[in-house]
């Protein structure tokens, strides 16, 4: 029995169907979510914050004086203080009047006068105020990915909810590809977004119609069936729901991925094999998630090539980077093994109508390690 897909006889450009899935595409509103749930999330405009501390407090515990107070104080020429020093633990406001704090030991308060055996600068032992968090700073800067570090500063400013925005993912499994697929919605997750993942009955188009459903989702992702293989169903069925933008990408690995929307949700066909699905997710996905999330350009690497990288005109090659000695090194081009994912730092594309670069050349790469 022949499958009912088909690829067109010429294959769609990437930059071509890339520009036609990102099409009406915009970022998703934003909404306030508990700290724990918005790390990795896409940061949305917040306000400036306090600053913080708000005064100047102990940065370790000891007795608050006036450095002016101690001058020449030293283990030979103690000085004695008219009124026993005030104790401090870390994290006090220092009492009006004092500007350092000194340790237990420079302090002699087994006599009847207090005496100090060292002297102080203005602010030894004190954490300023504002020495945290300055006034007017921000948790994240808008766009910028919500990691640990910003969420330590937003404990410390007493928030308890980040205003974030979380693209919504439907993550459509079809029978074969479980593993594709779960690396996929693991990648979604790690990328910020809210996966929700369902598997299709069957393998045939009526199954996956079926189960296909993009409501409440921003982009529907289909892992598995997007080939030309007798079982091979999934583009078939988004025809039948939607609309097929393309099929066949000019992509290596990756050519039988598709594009498409039902409604105004984008859908990207994924092909089973996960080389060929992480090929597509990095061209085809991430686009359409960092515009959803609203987040800035993804930061590139640029470093010479430790050797040359050929390619063939008239189609998109995936190259996979890592770093030696100040140089770009290739682990895989057009084939990816599991390993060598494993192992990349960074990835490139050859544009369809490059023939490679010569070694030596510097290159811009994306990193896959925040």
């Known amino acids: ?20 899935l990102l099409r009406g595409v915009a970022p998703v509103p934003s909404v306030e979510l508990p700290l724990a749930e ?31 107070d101690l001058v020449g104080a030293s283990s030979y020429s103690p000085l004695p203080l008219a009124a026993a020093p005030a104790w401090v633990e870390a994290g006090a ?10 340790d237990s030991d420079c302090v002699d308060v087994t006599g009847p006068i207090a005496q100090v055996v060292a002297e102080a600068t203005p602010g030894q032992g004190v954490r300023r105020a504002g020495g945290d968090i300055a006034a007017g700073s921000l948790v994240v800067e808008a766009g910028r990915r919500v990691l640990p570090r910003n969420l330590l500063i937003a404990r410390a400013a007493g928030l308890e909810k980040l205003k974030v925005r979380r693209p919504r993912v ?26 929700v993942a369902r598997t299709a009955a069957g393998r045939d188009a009526v199954s996956i119609a079926a189960a296909i459903d993009v409501n409440a989702s921003d982009l529907l992702l289909i892992v598995g069936g ?18 097929v933008i393309a099929h066949g990408i000019a992509l290596q690995p990756g050519r039988t991925s598709a594009v498409g929307r039902i409604g105004k949700t984008p859908v ?28 800035r350009p993804r ?17 998109a090659e995936i190259v996979l980077l890592e770093r030696k ?6 682990l895989a081009a057009g084939e990816l093994s599991l390993g060598a994912i494993a192992r990349a730092e960074a990835w490139l594309v050859v544009p369809d109508g490059s023939e490679g670069f010569a070694a030596g050349a510097d290159v811009d790469a994306y990193m896959l390690r925040e």
């Open 1 to 20: 029995m022949s499958s009912p897909q088909r690829l067109p006889a010429s294959l769609t450009p990437l930059d071509a169907a890339l520009a036609a």
């Open 38 to 68: 918005a790390l990795r999330c896409m940061a949305a405009e917040m306000p400036p914050l306090s600053a913080h501390p708000a005064h100047d407090i102990a940065a370790a515990d000891g007795f608050a004086l006036r450095a002016r």
């Open 93 to 102: 406001a220092i009492p009006d009047g004092c500007d350092c704090v000194l």
């Open 170 to 195: 439907a993550i459509l499994n079809i029978p074969g590809g479980t593993v594709t697929s779960g690396l996929i919605a693991e990648s979604a997750r790690t990328a910020g977004a809210d996966v």
């Open 226 to 243: 997007s080939g030309v293989g007798r079982t091979d169903a999934a583009v078939t069925a988004l025809a039948e729901r939607g609309e």
């Open 268 to 295: 990207v066909v994924l092909p089973g094999a996960s080389d060929q699905a992480f090929a597509a997710w990095w061209t085809l996905v991430l686009p359409v998630l960092d515009r959803l999330s609203g987040r």
């Open 299 to 315: 930061k590139t690497l640029k470093l010479p090539l430790a050797r040359k990288i050929a390619s063939g005109v008239g189609i």
């Open 325 to 330: 000695r100040g140089a770009w090194t290739t």
